[in-house]
């Protein structure tokens, strides 16, 4: 069975940083995009960017590119999202999402991880 | 980069048909495939229809895709609607460099 399974709640204050995961199983880790999703409280889906675990090449969305860091580890099948200085205005549910091919849906995606940025 | 605009919220009763359209900014709705996701309460989105008109295995045939050129717009339809579909709509494509759009969403309402 292809699952991704992320990482649990974080709960930080400004400033700090945190990464959290997202493990792959069940399927070619190397030979399909992840991409990471951003859905603020009570809003819409937001591409962040994506990552190729064959060769880490990575996309961002301008809306992301400096804020976040996309990365893998091809050894246990697991893509990350890291910040190094968190806002309030993080704050939000992050999805990861296996790319099924090139320009082609994402499937399935993990289960979201919850990220509570506040002093 | 383009944008698809759903209109923000439909409603239609039981048994009925709805379509939620999504329109393309700039560059054809053809050029890149379109995707459709169900999104409800407290879940992760799952996909119900895939390149324009296909359907994942798991979805009822009462959902099905279309897109069209002339108005630059992606279609999605569900028929014999059910209470159980209500939920948040989205639809995604991605540019031609594989950087991924989502529309802003459209919450179904069946009553």
């Known amino acids: 069975e292809v699952q991704l399974v992320q990482s649990g709640a974080e709960v930080k204050k400004p400033g700090e940083s945190v990464k959290i995961s997202c493990k792959a199983s069940?399927?070619?880790?190397?030979?399909?995009?992840i991409a990471w999703v951003r859905q603020m409280p009570g809003q819409g889906l937001e591409w962040m960017g994506s990552?190729?675990?064959?060769?880490?090449?990575?996309q961002y969305s301008p809306s992301f590119r400096g804020q976040v860091t996309i990365s893998v580890d091809k050894s246990i099948t697991t893509a990350y999202l890291h910040w190094t200085s968190l806002k309030a205005s993080d704050t939000a549910f992050y999805y990861c999402?296996?790319?099924?091919?090139?320009?082609?849906?994402?499937?399935?995606w993990g289960q979201g991880t919850l990220v509570s940025v506040s002093s | 980069n383009f944008m698809l605009t759903q209109p923000h919220s439909v409603s239609e009763s039981p048994g009925r048909t709805v379509i939620i359209s999504c329109t393309r900014s700039?560059?054809?709705?053809?050029?890149?495939?379109v995707q459709w996701y169900q999104q409800r309460p407290g879940s992760s989105p799952t996909a119900v229809i895939f390149e324009d008109n296909q359907t994942p295995s798991w979805v009822p045939d009462r959902f099905s895709g279309s897109i069209d050129t002339s108005s630059n717009t992606a279609s999605l339809t569900i028929s014999g609607l059910m209470t159980d579909d209500e939920a948040d709509y989205y639809c995604?494509?991605?540019?031609?460099?594989?950087?991924?759009?989502f529309g802003g969403g459209t919450k179904l309402t069946v009553l």
């Open positions: 700039s560059g054809s709705i053809a050029s890149n495939y």
């Open positions: 990552i190729y675990p064959g060769d880490s090449v990575t």
């Open positions: 069940g399927y070619s880790f190397n030979t399909h995009y």
């Open positions: 995604q494509s991605s540019d031609d460099d594989n950087r991924g759009v």
């Open positions: 999402a296996r790319q099924y091919d090139y320009g082609s849906w994402f499937y399935p």
